[in-house]
């Protein structure tokens, strides 16, 4: 009995990160809009599937202001779990180097890592079960990346994954 509960279980996750489904990734790309003040390169991504682990799909666009940068990507399937991977288990850090949070924001779980010294990290907004929004950013302050990340409609980019569930 312990063995089936197992498997039933094993299942259940497995079909919860696989989904059923994922948006073409056109329709990100199109949820990744200009940002006032930034210039904005063209979006481009991939979707695929494989019988193994599914569909996934990515989608990524890279934005510039001065000597600050800010890479934007989409991702789903099991590549989204290995972003959110480090943010799972709540932990909070901060030194005079580094800072690594998770913040709900919105109503959405966000991981925040950020090296003090290199004006540099990576914002993580969870969108759904299998899908992140990821901001990498340089030579900025995380506040002023995390009030650019906000610029982005996050509602928008989760609707269209909810709809391919």
Same mark, same amino acid.
Do not use: C, H
């Given at each position: 009995m312990k063995r089936i509960k197992q498997w039933? @279980? !094993?299942?259940?996750? $497995?079909?919860?990160?696989? %989904?059923?489904?994922? &948006?073409?990734?056109?329709a990100i790309c199109d949820?990744?809009?200009?940002?006032?003040g930034w210039q904005a390169d063209k979006c481009e991504g991939v979707k695929m599937s494989n019988p193994?682990?599914?569909e996934m799909v990515s989608a990524n666009r890279s934005y510039?202001?001065?000597?600050?940068?800010?890479? @934007? !990507?989409?991702?789903? $399937?099991?590549?989204?779990? %290995?972003?959110?991977? &480090?943010?799972?288990s709540g932990t909070q850090m901060e030194s005079d180097e580094a800072l690594m949070k998770t913040e709900q924001i919105d109503g959405f779980n966000v991981g925040i890592t950020y090296d003090k010294k290199e004006h540099s990290g990576g914002i993580v907004?969870?969108?759904?079960?299998?899908?992140?929004?990821?901001?990498?950013?340089?030579?900025?302050?995380?506040?002023?990346?995390?009030?650019?990340?906000?610029?982005?409609?996050w509602q928008a980019l989760k609707s269209l994954f909810e709809r391919s569930e």
């Open positions: 039933i @279980v !094993s299942a259940l996750i $497995g079909a919860t990160l696989l %989904g059923a489904g994922v &948006p073409e990734y056109k949820s990744l809009r200009e940002i006032a193994m682990m599914g510039r202001a001065g000597e600050k940068q800010l890479n @934007v !990507s989409v991702v789903s $399937g099991m590549q989204a779990m %290995g972003v959110w991977a &480090p943010f799972m907004v969870q969108l759904a079960s299998n899908a992140m929004l990821v901001f990498e950013f340089e030579n900025m302050d995380w506040k002023e990346a995390l009030e650019a990340a906000k610029e982005l409609d």
